[in-house]
Nanobody
């Protein structure tokens, strides 16, 4: 079973930046993405990257977030710039479409 571990979250002020990392236990040719779940809301898809580096973004993060991969390290990154309070959520990494199992996620809090 593939293991996925997210890291890099934290507390940042509005307008700040964070880079999230997603370590995948083995390489894959599947599309993989980032999701987030804010308090009291359903989990939503944020961004994804396919096996040929095709990228897609949700409307709320387009132009501010960038997804990328380091295939040598089996790692997926999410560079988040111009963060807003509404970006506060637990961020998860998973395949697209996601299976039923999820990792622990990493908390991102945007607050002054």
């Amino acid at each position: 079973q593939v293991q996925i571990v997210e890291s890099g979250g934290g507390l940042v002020q509005p307008g700040g930046s964070l880079r999230l990392s997603c370590a995948v236990s083995r390489s894959t040719d599947k599309t993989i993405g980032w999701y987030r779940q804010a308090p009291g809301k359903q989990r939503e898809w944020v961004a994804s990257i396919g096996p040929f580096n095709g990228r897609a973004y949700g409307d709320s993060v387009k132009g501010r977030f960038t997804i990328s991969t380091d295939n040598a390290k089996n790692t997926v990154y999410l560079q988040m710039n111009s963060l807003k309070p509404e970006d506060t959520a637990v961020y998860y990494c998973n395949y697209v479409p996601p299976p039923n199992n999820w990792g622990q996620g990493t908390q991102v809090t945007v607050s002054s």
